[in-house]
Nanobody, 120 residues
Framework: QVQLQESGPGLVKPSQTLSLTCTVA??????????WSWIRQPPGKGLEWMGVITYDGITYYNPSLKSRTSISRDTSKNQFSLQLSSVTPEETAVYYC????????????WGQGTQVTVSS
């Protein structure tokens, strides 16, 4: 069984950087052919794919967020992380990490989600 868990501050001030970490248990983030994604859902809105890091460390980003987004990984800890800079209150959302099967967006395993509020 694969389990994912998000962690990080629940409150971020506008213009600062949002940083979250996803810890994976029960499977290696280096195992092909899985991709590891960050997805968010603002209140009252749908899911928005933010970006992904592949099993071999390649990153891809939502074009609307690319300039402000960085996804990295620590294979020794079996973790991958999200950094989103220059945040605004409109980016208040529940943030999820999830495992994709290649680039199919077939997300069989999800973290429980973590609420992040952007407010001064």
């Amino acid at each position: 069984q694969v389990q994912l868990q998000e962690s990080g501050p629940g409150l971020v001030k506008p213009s600062q950087t949002l940083s979250l970490t996803c810890t994976v248990a029960g499977g290696s983030i280096t195992t092909s052919v899985y991709y590891w994604s960050w997805i968010r859902q603002p209140p009252g809105k749908g899911l928005e794919w933010m970006g992904v890091i592949t099993y071999d460390g390649i990153t891809y980003y939502n074009p609307s967020l690319k300039s402000r987004t960085s996804i990295s990984r620590d294979t020794s800890k079996n973790q991958f992380s999200l950094q989103l800079s220059s945040v605004t209150p409109e980016e208040t959302a529940v943030y999820y990490c999830a495992r994709d099967w290649t680039a199919t967006t077939w997300y069989e395993y999800w973290g429980q989600g973590t609420q992040v509020t952007v407010s001064s």
